[in-house]
């Protein structure tokens, strides 16, 4: 009951600061719709690219290009909720080496989840465009397959989002973790964007246990396609374990937390 | 009255890199400690207001910071209504609210109005007791004007006392405030003092106030804890402060010839008003002002006593 | 002339100081590198397009190395100069003896070098290691990384330049990331530009990537005077109208930077 009550408050929370993200996106209406266009066109080019790829080559050890528009799609949607819902944790670094995060630590709610809302991109919503879009054109449109998609594409955003808390909760640690933790965390995103079957033998194993990159390729396209309830155990169970693992992770890094002090008393 | 903040032997130590060069560094990192409070106990009860003051570098921020739970102490304890802060973290959110001089806890591109609207969805606040309470503060601290404008647009002082209106939204019984008067002016600074107090006596909100300017503690507080090298140092009633410490007044004037006289009284001897006069008769003035010893001459006193 | 010069000098070397200090931050840079390279290279061992362009097996991860050098070491100038314009910070330079935009692009040039350093020395042990095969044509090997490292100030100017766009966006980080977008896809960064049809390769060309990126990059296995020279004439093109476009944006931001300090 009480665990029901408190998260009812949290999604009336949350929804405020969504409110008030898109008040703050729409101070100037232009500016926020020519950014979701442009970063559509971005993710399109992008994807254009491999589709020149698939042209010249038909398949890549068995993907096409219907493969890797689903793994596009689950991509894209993954981020975009990271981007839109929880992209403050990126910033977390940032929080802790100046001190910012005192204002967080105070609030009755979790702090992990205050500074994860804290920031959203409004342009972001152009991935939401695109991983929908790469959905409907991947092949694979049933209306299962679509809610299949919407679950695989929750479970990456929870890797996804799991990972990143642990890169930006390094900077409890350490100091000057900023760019460190961003280009790891754009490596698993680089990763995340192949596709999977280029990656065999050992490759695969490092590939999908050192970096969890498999969770955004390879699992949801065979869970989608080949409705595997293999790939979806491993993704649920994965997902969880990591997530838990990531607040694990970030409240001893609170222990360490030195407001802003690291680099000399006050 | 019971203790509605009790402090034992509370310690802090940082660990800093020592230096940051070489490839050795990178891999055997050299280590200094540095205690930034050292063992310090007091108690504070219910409705008091209390100036926690001392040069850069004290130790007074880190205090605060632990009591309102932002950081972990490094041995001692503290408990803030029975609660130990950093372990009831969010239990105890509700209880206190917190200033910062240097942070900022409002949206810097929305309405100031929206910003406190997310504190009160934050606390849990019922739509009617926030109207209510919201509107009561806002007329104490004279911010109507300033509702719908974004924060960035606001001075100083202006954003101080909207600071410090999102912290008492949720009707906290202990307000923790850290410089809250840095960098104001002079008239910024007198208005803020005499807000912060009016709102205390009439709450009966506990105090405790971080500051390096003694005209802070002056007044607004009624007890003084005095920190130095993360030790205390001194802590007593303001009155005992000014009679042993504070007795001295500096008076600089400015004759019409433009020089420039600078004076030292005792109050305990000749009373400011007594001096003043005296100065008034025997120069031609044209501008005069009255200033306490700085911290750093008050705790090398403090030393000398003892 | 001389005074001002090693003024600017000194920010390029204070700059250069201060980015090789920052180890956690390089180190992450080269892990990025690394990944890349891995990838890319099992991805070529896949599908291996050697049929498309002659010669373009194993060279190919020594040119995704050079493209990647010169894109990934772009320090992120376009946020520092924004935060500049936004902040105020830029007005307190208004009376210095310096020129602010000048300070900026020098230091983003320190910075940079650092990476393009640090990043072609680590990126060349390991493209060796990945693929067993020096660079073709090693005399020319140097030539071609001063090439490079002239495009990379040219990507930085580049960067500079949106971060002037400033005085029109509210945000910049959408129009940062499409033209480092753009550039990986015009500029033939990812995969070079031969594998594309011929339709894009013509659109491609009236674009900046296109010499900067592309032209300078592919030296690395069809090196000739004639390219290069292709290369440096094109790249004069794009310089002289970026500061074109800068030294507008310029004048109207100094006009206008009261209204943001204020």
């Known amino acids: ?266 | 009255m019971t203790n509605i903040i009790e402090v034992n032997q509370l310690t802090k130590k940082f660990k800093l890199k020592k230096n940051n060069s070489g490839l050795r560094s990178l891999f055997f990192p050299e280590y200094k400690n540095i205690t930034a409070v050292d063992k310090i106990t007091f108690n504070i009860k219910k409705g008091e207001r209390v100036a926690f003051i001392g040069p850069n570098g004290a130790g007074k921020s880190t205090t605060i910071k632990m009591l309102s739970s932002i950081l972990y102490p490094t041995s001692g304890t503290a408990l803030i209504k029975g609660m130990i802060p950093w372990e009831n973290r969010k239990k105890i959110a509700g209880d206190i609210g917190t200033v910062f001089g240097q942070r900022s806890q409002l949206w810097y591109n929305l309405p100031i109005q929206d910003s406190f609207a997310l504190m009160g969805k934050i606390y849990n606040m019922d739509e009617i007791a926030f109207k209510r309470r919201l509107s009561r503060l806002v007329n104490l601290f004279e911010i109507r004007d300033l509702l719908s404008h974004p924060t960035r647009s606001l001075s100083l002082g202006q954003r101080m006392r909207c600071e410090i209106v999102a912290s008492l939204l949720h009707k906290p019984q202990i307000l923790f405030l850290d410089e809250p008067t840095i960098g104001l002016d002079v008239t910024a600074k007198e208005i803020i003092r005499n807000l912060i107090k009016k709102q205390a006596l009439e709450e009966e909100t506990t105090l405790l106030l971080t500051s390096h300017d003694t005209d802070d503690m002056e007044k607004v507080c009624e007890r003084v804890i005095i920190i130095n090298k993360g030790k205390i140092i001194f802590d007593d009633s303001l009155d005992r402060l000014k009679q042993s410490y504070l007795s001295k007044k500096y008076i600089e004037i400015t004759t019409d010839a433009g020089d420039k006289i600078k004076k030292t009284v005792n109050t305990k001897d000749t009373p400011v008003k007594q001096a003043l006069d005296e100065i008034v008769k025997k120069y031609h003035v044209t501008d005069i002002t009255v200033e306490n010893p700085p911290m750093e001459e008050i705790i090398k006193e403090i030393y000398k006593r003892d | 002339m001389i005074k001002s010069l090693s003024k600017y000098w000194a920010l390029f070397s204070i700059s250069f100081k201060q980015a090789w200090s920052r180890k956690a931050n390089l180190s992450g840079l080269l892990f990025f590198l690394f990944i890349l390279l891995f990838i890319y290279n099992r991805l070529w061992e896949v599908i291996g397009i050697q049929d498309n362009v002659s010669g373009l097996n194993a060279t190919f991860i020594w040119y995704l190395l050079l493209a990647e050098m010169i894109i990934l070491s772009s320090p992120k100038m376009e946020r520092t100069l924004f935060d500049d314009i936004q902040s105020g910070t830029m007005a307190y330079y208004v009376n210095k003896p310096i020129s602010f935009f000048i300070m900026r692009y020098c230091e983003g040039i320190g910075n940079m070098s650092v990476s393009f350093l640090l990043m072609g020395a680590f990126g060349s042990i390991t493209t060796f290691a990945l693929t067993g095969t020096p660079p073709f044509e090693w005399k020319y090997f140097p030539l071609i990384l001063l090439m490079c490292w002239i495009s990379s100030c040219i990507n930085v100017l580049f960067y500079t330049g949106i971060g002037l766009c400033a005085l029109w966006l509210n945000s910049i980080r959408t129009l940062a990331m499409a033209f480092e977008r753009l550039a990986f896809i015009f500029g033939g960064a990812i995969f070079p530009l031969s594998i594309y049809p011929e339709w894009f390769v013509d659109i491609a060309k009236w674009t900046p990537f296109y010499s900067i990126y592309y032209l300078t990059i592919k030296l690395v296995y069809d090196f000739s005077w004639n390219n290069l020279a292709e290369a440096a004439v094109l790249n004069t093109f794009w310089v002289g109208l970026i500061l074109l476009f800068i030294t507008y944006a310029y004048s109207k931001l100094k006009k206008k930077v009261n209204v943001y300090g204020g």
């Open chain 1, 1 to 266: 009951m009480f665990m029901a009550d408190n998260f009812f408050k949290m999604l009336k929370l949350f929804l405020f600061v969504q409110k008030s993200n898109l008040k703050t996106a729409f101070l100037s209406k232009g500016d926020a719709l020519a950014n979701v266009i442009m970063m559509t066109i971005n993710n399109l080019s992008f994807i254009f690219m491999w589709w020149v790829i698939f042209q010249n080559k038909g398949t890549i050890n068995g993907w096409n290009f219907g493969d890797m528009a689903l793994l596009f799609a689950v991509m894209n949607t993954a981020f975009a909720t990271f981007a839109l819902f929880a992209r403050g944790v990126q910033q977390l670094p940032e929080f802790i080496d100046n001190g910012n995060l005192d204002n967080f630590l105070v609030s009755p709610r979790s702090s992990l989840f205050m500074v994860s809302i804290s920031e959203s991109t409004f342009a972001n919503w152009g991935d939401y465009v695109t991983g929908f879009l790469m959905f409907f054109i991947s092949g694979h449109v049933t209306f299962a397959n679509f809610w299949l998609f919407i679950l695989a594409s929750l479970f990456a955003f929870i890797i996804m989002y799991s990972l990143r808390v642990i890169l930006s909760a390094l900077a409890f640690f350490a100091s000057d973790t900023q760019r460190l933790g961003d280009n790891i965390f754009m490596a698993f995103l680089t990763f995340g964007s192949q596709p999977a079957s280029i990656f065999t033998g050992w490759y695969k194993v490092v590939f999908l246990t050192i970096i969890p990159a498999g969770f955004l390729s390879l699992y949801p396209v065979e869970f989608i396609k080949g409705h595997s309830l293999q790939a979806l155990l491993i993704m649920g169970i994965g997902s969880i374990i990591f997530f838990l693992l990531a607040v694990k992770i970030y409240q001893q890094g609170l222990k360490h937390y030195s407001s802003g002090n690291r680099f000399g008393v006050r």
